[in-house]
């Protein structure tokens, strides 16, 4: 039975250093419903970067695999051990301009040290802006337009990474994305009533197209499934001796400097999630009275230090951050939070109760032979749904033809030469076309926002 709370009150834990630990089962009560499906859900998202970790670290499924589940843990880590409030992920948008940057590097050591960098270098930028508090005014210090272009150019990278993945199987990904697309943003099925049926098929939008998709692949022979029994065993000593820091040794200062560019970048969608996740909290938090939300920024830029840097020296970096926020997991869990504490105790059960059945159905072979043939359709569903979230995020900060024009071109340079070049040239569009006094434009509306609101 979960420990109660007083009404009112932040949810009880055992506090250690800013964190406090809510153990499953004692501080956390369980919701078998949601078990299974999230556990499925987060293993196929997840693993959905399994083959490209294969192809660009140059490693075998077994590594990839298990450097996957090692990611699910320190994801899990964020409710459990953290004691943060958001559904923890990874930071999406970065990745389409990320897998652009390895595709410049030769597979292996060199893209795993690349990536090792990469890991510190936001760790540690994290953990500065953490301790310093400085994360809100670094992020008015960057002019809006060139944050709108950053995120266009993840749009334009998921976008490009998709089409050129469109002809390996067409029917199949056209179905996915035509059913996720239309449950999460269409505009009709949103003025349907809302029904029990309705409501469950829009809060598990890629679910329902993954399975529909897996219909018409398998129809169409673009899928074959093979089930095998048993269990999977990591092979911990062949993963650490081919991708941890202790074994291929620490990347070169050249390597830190190479990335620092992109790892700046990645911080501002970072910090861009972290307002996301704020805003839907609040949101939560004038409606269920019984549970106090601690929505901490500082406390959240010390877990994602800790679980990027954890991930790096105990077996080896991903291809793509640890992040704050699962968005479209978010906004699920929220709304069931918001039916009430029968529905949900607290804000901690959500993430938890849909993250950890995943990690133990990460050891099972049947369950990993039935979503391996998936792992491309649930990658470009989050990749198409990252690039349409990006875009219509990006176009909604167009202030005028000058800025629209100048978010275009940041995101196209992002997307086709790297993050080093889009910043440069985003402040450097910023500076002839604008002005530095856009700057102070641009806070005096931000000013008047607040005034109004």
Request: charged residues 10%; glycine residues 10%; hydrophobic residues 55%.
């Amino acid at each position: 039975m979960a420990k109660k709370r007083e009404y009112g009150a932040i949810h009880p834990g055992i506090k250690w250093g800013p964190f406090t630990m809510r153990i499953p089962g004692v501080h956390i009560g369980w919701t078998p419903s949601q078990l299974f499906q999230g556990g499925l859900l987060l293993l196929a998202t997840s693993g959905s970067v399994t083959p490209l970790v294969m192809q660009y670290f140059d490693v075998l499924f077994e590594v990839a695999w298990t450097l996957g589940l090692i990611f699910l843990f320190f994801v899990v880590a964020q409710t459990i051990f953290f004691g943060d409030v958001y559904a923890a992920g990874a930071i999406t948008p970065a990745l389409p301009i990320t897998l652009a940057f390895v595709a410049t590097l030769t597979p292996g050591v060199e893209v795993i040290h690349a990536l090792t960098a990469l890991y510190i270098m936001c760790a540690l930028i994290f953990l500065f802006f953490g301790a310093t508090g400085l994360g809100l005014k670094f992020n008015q210090l960057v002019p809006n337009v060139l944050k709108a272009g950053i995120i266009m150019g993840g749009a334009i990278a998921a976008f490009r990474t998709e089409l050129d993945r469109l002809p390996t199987m067409p029917f199949t990904l056209v179905t996915a994305w035509a059913i996720t697309l239309f449950l999460l943003y269409s505009l009709p099925f949103k003025q349907l009533s809302s029904t029990k049926l309705k409501i469950f098929v829009a809060g598990n939008a890629m679910l329902v197209g993954l399975v529909f998709a897996t219909g018409v692949g398998l129809l169409t022979g673009e899928l074959s499934f093979s089930l095998t029994w048993g269990f999977f065993i990591p092979p911990i000593a062949e993963t650490f001796s081919t991708l941890s820091i202790w074994s291929i040794g620490v990347p070169s200062w050249g390597v830190f400097l190479s990335v620092l560019p992109l790892a700046i970048l990645i911080y501002i969608l970072a910090f861009s999630d972290l307002l996301i996740g704020d805003t839907l909290m609040k949101g939560a938090d004038q409606i269920r009275k019984d549970e106090k939300i601690d929505v901490n920024a500082t406390r959240s830029h010390y877990a994602l230090a800790a679980r990027n840097f954890l991930q790096v020296i105990t077996v080896g970096p991903m291809l793509w951050m640890h992040g704050p926020i699962w968005v479209g997991v978010q906004v699920f869990i929220i709304e069931r939070y918001k039916q009430g504490r029968k529905i949900m105790d607290t804000i901690f059960a959500g993430p938890m109760n849909f993250y950890i059945l995943a990690i133990p159905l990460g050891f099972l072979l049947p369950v990993i032979s039935i979503i391996t043939p998936l792992f491309p359709v649930a990658l470009s569903v989050a990749l198409l749904l990252t690039g349409f979230a990006c875009a219509y995020v990006a176009m909604s900060m167009v202030e005028d033809q000058t800025t629209g024009g100048m978010i275009l071109i940041i995101g196209m340079v992002t997307a086709f030469l790297g993050a080093a070049w889009g910043l440069g040239v985003g402040l450097v569009l910023y500076i002839l076309l604008i002005g530095l006094t856009g700057k102070k434009e641009e806070k005096r509306k931000m000013e008047a926002d607040k005034e109004i609101s």
